[in-house]
């Protein structure tokens, strides 16, 4: 891959290997520049492969640079780095090749409460896992740095395992603020005078999740809850669906890491979530903090949809060529797809798209069902009645008389147009 953008949206079937391009970044870097320790894993090596390589290059940004000189005494002259790992069959590393400012800046991580312009990588597999917790106590010197980087990478089982006591220490320091002025300066605050340690947490949860709200912290009970309102009552985190957990305790964690210059990697974001929030999935992410690059797996439509022509990739099955490319090559045959299908994700589905006049799924159905063994090479979509399809004749034209590296277009009209 050339020219990657900040945004990387990586679609394609089942089993052509989208989790596998996340995994192989997050592998490259646990094992150049460990947060925790080397990661060995005998499954990343293709059976019919004697080895594995990844190479990969990375932008430096002035922050980091100004870190290796001030830290390490390196002195940087060149703005990209690159290394790269041979993985036996045994998961091990049989051969590197990386300078040791690399080695530096993928290690880094406790550095950041001096450098916060030093990027960190996070790796949101998806196992990932919500358990209810109960909490009875609350530790206020935070959390060690050995833990938080174990968390980051390999440790996907209990990567949220401290997530409810983050949040419950949050709203536990605002108390102590209002505390000390209360008895310090004899006169009565709120949350709202000291400012809300929540408030980036309740503001990402209200956008993708309303009219639901993150309330509050209830200390007053044992073991203590964190509050949300909805419109028939307040419940409990615990209480909340899949989907639901999902956002609030990974928007929670990725806050919690102050992002900047930073690579997350994130396999189905989509998990237990609706269209309608999976829309505004990246846009939030994007929010997060400057500089920071997305690489996302996913088979939803509604994400795919949500990003610009450039930044969408469809990765198919390996025939000797190289199996990653975008989807769309301009920002106006992406427009041209979008307003003839509706969903760009479509253009995954199938080697070949084919418009059907009519809103009626029938005729779609039938021609689904004739040619089932085609699943994954044809695609049916249906265009709209004779109007609309006069509206856009022209632009469905524009697209039969094209193609995109991965499909051709069709189009089958009923003889009275």
């Not at 990478?153 to 505390?179: C, N, P």
């Amino acid at each position: 891959m050339q020219n990657i953008p900040n945004v990387v949206v990586i679609a394609g079937g089942q089993g052509t290997g989208k989790s596998s391009v996340l995994e192989a970044i997050a592998y490259f870097k646990e094992n150049l520049g460990p947060y925790y320790s080397t990661w060995a894993d005998p499954s990343v090596v293709n059976v019919n492969a004697p080895f594995a390589e990844i190479t990969i290059k990375f932008e430096v940004y002035p922050e980091e640079k100004e870190y290796l000189q001030k830290v390490h005494n390196r002195s940087l002259s060149v703005s990209e780095l690159s290394g790269s790992i041979r993985i036996g069959k045994n998961g091990n590393i049989i051969q590197q090749n990386r300078p040791d400012e690399l080695y530096l800046l993928l290690r880094s991580y406790d550095e950041r409460k001096s450098f916060p312009g030093v990027g960190v990588f996070e790796y949101l597999n998806p196992l990932r896992v919500m358990r209810k917790k109960s909490i009875t106590t609350i530790s206020i010197g935070g959390f060690s740095d050995p833990e938080e980087k174990r968390r980051r990478i390999v440790y996907a089982e209990g990567k949220f395992e401290m997530t409810k006591d983050y949040i419950a220490q949050l709203a536990m320091k605002d108390l102590q603020k209002i505390d000390f002025i209360v008895k310090n300066e004899k006169r009565k605050v709120g949350v709202e005078d000291v400012g809300d340690s929540l408030e980036p947490i309740k503001k990402i949860f209200a956008q993708l999740l309303p009219p639901k709200k993150l309330a509050y912290v209830d200390f007053s009970s044992s073991p203590l809850k964190i509050i949300v309102s909805t419109p028939n009552g307040e419940i409990d985190v615990d209480n909340l669906s899949s989907g639901e957990k999902e956002i609030l305790f990974v928007f929670t964690e990725l806050l919690k890491l102050n992002l900047k210059n930073s690579i997350i990697l994130f396999d189905e974001p989509d998990l237990h979530l609706n269209q309608e929030v999976e829309r505004k999935i990246v846009e939030q992410l994007k929010s997060l903090g400057p500089n920071n690059q997305f690489w996302i797996a996913t088979h939803s439509f509604g994400i795919m949809d949500s990003v610009d022509y450039d930044q969408l990739f469809r990765l198919d099955n390996y025939s000797g060529s190289n199996q990653i490319t975008r989807v769309f090559d301009d920002r106006e045959k992406y427009g041209t797809f979008k307003a003839v299908a509706g969903d760009v994700g479509i253009i995954t589905l199938g080697e070949r798209i084919v418009f059907l006049e009519g809103t009626e799924e029938a005729d779609k159905f039938i021609l689904d069902t004739l040619f089932n063994e085609y699943e994954g090479k044809i695609t049916f979509v249906s265009s709209g009645p004779v109007s609309n399809i006069m509206g856009v004749s022209q632009k469905i034209l524009e697209l039969l008389g094209t193609s995109t590296k991965f499909n051709f277009f069709f189009a089958i009209r009923d003889r009275d147009f």
